[in-house]
T-cell receptor, first 115, second 117 residues
Framework: DAGVIQSPRHEVTEMGQEVTLRCKPI?????LFWYRQTMMRGLELLIYFNNNVPIDDSGMPEDRFSAKMPNASFSTLKIQPSEPRDSAVYFCASSLGGSGMNEQFFGPGTRLTVL | AQSVTQPDIHITVSEGASLELRCNYS??????LFWYVQSPGQGLQLLLK??????LVQGIKGFEAEFKRSQSSFNLRKPSVHWSDAAEYFCAVGAGPSGGGADGLTFGKGTHLIIQP
């Protein structure tokens, strides 16, 4: 299995531009998570999906952030418009099963820089 | 809401020496506890996890952790570290059986492990 796939691995954009991060979970996994990692705040859960349905988006910082999961094999995290404070590493993770005990498998992350 | 504290931002250990990384959690019921490791430029990899039963859990790469309910701790240990263990280590807590199905993890800020030759 290729593991969780994220693209792009690096993204540099200018303030005000739209940014779309992509994630392909491990085949067969039915839970998907988006995390953000910064030096100041560490790893934060932004949103997670179960069976393609958003379950908890309380971690999404602002309305500028949105996430979708149109099918079991693809999810996007969009920031529009982007701001310099959005610069971070964004991780996608997936797991099999719908309880907190299931191991989450992380992708390599997307390093976002907003100038 | 749960929270995790890793009091040590950096730890330096000589190769071959023993290691203990501290983790304290706050959660109102029985938690699920995890340790992840992150190598530079990589995603997170699960080292071990605790759900119930034996409070001493064994993980990959020779790591173990002990759950102490009375101290709200889940410290990670390794008897003899190798240079390849240099990485960032994260403790995480998940909502336990009474958590109502909440799946997201709450992570500590991480401990950066440096191995001296």
């Amino acid at each position: 299995d290729a593991g969780v796939i994220q693209s792009p691995r690096h993204e540099v954009t200018e303030m005000g531009q739209e940014v779309t991060l992509r994630c392909k979970p491990i085949s067969g996994h039915n839970s998907l998570f988006w995390y953000r990692q910064t030096m100041m705040r560490g790893l934060e859960l932004l949103i997670y999906f179960n069976n393609n349905v958003p379950i908890d988006d309380s971690g999404m910082p602002e309305d500028r952030f949105s996430a979708k999961m149109p099918n079991a094999s693809f999810s996007t995290l969009k920031i529009q418009p982007s701001e310099p404070r959005d610069s971070a590493v964004y991780f996608c993770a997936s797991s099999l099963g719908g309880s907190g005990m299931n191991e989450q498998f992380f992708g390599p992350g997307t390093r976002l820089t907003v100038l | 809401a749960q929270s995790v504290t890793q009091p040590d931002i950096h730890i330096t250990v000589s190769e071959g020496a023993s290691l203990e990384l501290r983790c304290n959690y706050s959660y109102g019921a029985t938690p699920y506890l995890f340790w992840y490791v992150q190598s530079p430029g990589q995603g997170l990899q699960l080292l071990l996890k605790y759900f119930s039963g034996d409070t001493l859990v064994q993980g990959i790469k020779g790591f173990e952790a002990e759950f102490k309910r009375s101290q709200s701790s889940f410290n990670l240990r390794k008897p003899s570290v190798h240079w390849s263990d240099a990485a960032e280590y994260f403790c995480a807590v998940g909502a336990g059986p009474s958590g109502g199905g909440a799946d997201g993890l709450t992570f500590g800020k991480g401990t950066h492990l440096i191995i001296q030759p």
